[in-house]
């Protein structure tokens, strides 16, 4: 159900800047970018093969391309995709989602290109082996054989890898990969939700019974605070999960999360790092929770069924996107990220930097806006 609107005036400048910025980072980078310290990149050592955030540095290249139809960014793309793939073993965790879809599917969207298929396939299989049938729900870190502790822990940001499986249901006909996705989703919904809206960014339970335990936090403010990109991360995932099994229940997830949030924003429309820091206004902010949400909120626009509320998804991720635009980017500092003020964890003193996926999910709004009908997702 997508809106049509009058693209915003700063659309073609935002763009511009996007893929000009994005164009300079692939001459310097020799190494995956994770965030930005003293405004230049900090990159991610060889060895660690683009850690989580390899695929949202491939995924810009991709819509670097889209944007500007240069094929230098999808020759980039495709090589430095390739160096994601020591990643496909049985070691890997969660993030095989964003590191393969936004890596490999995207590609495949954008070029038609089969090839890119199988690197994704293989993600989700070794995704799929992540899940754990008595919790029904999917392992977020550490390897099958770890500790209790992480063998019973979910994120909320998980959420965000579950399309893959979805994806490799309508490749394979294989239906378990979809129910596990969903499961997963319902998992989430029952123990990360709260009944104000607000998210927990962990959960743990007992890994042999699959009984809930308690909820939990690594990059929030406690168990009971609600960390700003965690609930963009849900926004998001969601949407998502309801694209791909028609499930309402994902639908008012999404939207619930929301109602949470959306009062809660400062006047610019970017949150703080976590909802309930009792220093708000006087803490940090976390703009790639702001990028996540916006395009999100495109995604959740695009498949909503109330007329009203796609057009209020809709425009919320304009006014996101205008204030990102205006006061987030390095257009005026000359930071190599696209967007400044990011927090990576202020629990592990990173905060107030240019975050990788923070650039990745601000252009991917903005394609969205400017392309409707590109197959990013
Ligand atoms: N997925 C890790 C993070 O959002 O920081």
């Known amino acids: 159900m997508t809106n049509q609107t009058t693209p915003p005036s700063w659309l073609d400048a935002a763009l511009e800047f996007c893929v000009a910025k994005t164009r300079h980072n692939l001459s310097t980078l020799v190494n995956f970018p994770e965030r930005t310290e003293g405004g230049q990149w900090v990159q991610i050592p060889p060895e660690q093969h683009g850690w989580w955030v390899g695929g949202h540095w491939v995924g810009l290249l991709w819509l670097a391309y889209a944007a500007s139809g240069d094929p230098a960014f999808e020759t980039a793309a495709r090589d430095w995709g390739k160096r994601l793939l020591p990643q496909l073993n049985e070691n890997a965790d969660h993030d095989l989602g964003f590191l393969f879809e936004l890596g490999f599917i995207l590609g495949n969207r954008l070029t038609g290109d089969e090839s890119l ?11 799929s082996r992540r899940f754990n049938a008595r919790g029904q729900f999917i392992q977020a870190w550490g390897a099958l054989d770890s500790s209790p502790e992480l063998r019973g822990r979910t994120i909320m940001d998980t959420m965000m890898n579950l399309d893959l499986l979805f994806w490799a249901r309508n490749e394979t006909g294989n239906p378990r990969y979809a129910e596990i996705a969903a499961a997963h989703a319902r998992t989430t919904l029952a123990h990360h939700l709260r009944t104000d809206g607000s998210t927990s960014h962990t959960c743990d339970f007992d890994p042999e019974t699959g009984l809930f335990i308690r909820q939990g936090t690594h990059q929030g403010m406690s168990a009971t605070s609600c960390w700003s990109r965690g609930q963009a991360w849900g926004v998001y995932g969601f949407a998502d999960c309801y694209r791909a099994t028609g ?13 949470y949030l959306w009062p809660r924003l400062p006047a610019d429309l970017v949150p703080f790092w976590d909802y309930d820091s009792p220093l708000i206004p006087n803490d940090v902010r976390d703009s790639s929770a702001a990028s996540v949400l916006a395009s999100g909120l495109l995604s959740l626009a695009a498949v909503e069924n109330d007329p009203n509320l796609a057009s209020i998804w809709q425009n919320r991720a304009i006014s996101i996107l205008e204030s990102l635009w205006k006061s987030y980017t390095s257009r005026d500092t000359g ?43």
Not at 117 to 127: E, G, R, T, W
Not at 247 to 259: E, G, I, K, Q
Not at 351 to 367: N, S, V
Request: glycine share 4%; proline share 6%.
């Open 335 to 377: 930071e190599a990220s696209l967007l400044i003020h990011g927090t990576r964890s202020k629990p592990h003193n990173l905060m107030d930097h240019g975050l990788i996926y923070g650039d990745y999910y601000f252009l991917e709004a903005l394609l969205r806006l400017a392309k409707p009908k590109l197959a990013i997702s």
């Open 117 to 127: 298929k199988s690197p994704a396939l293989q993600a989700a299989a070794i995704l």
């Open 247 to 259: 499930d309402p229940v994902f639908l008012n997830a999404s939207r619930r999360l929301m109602v």
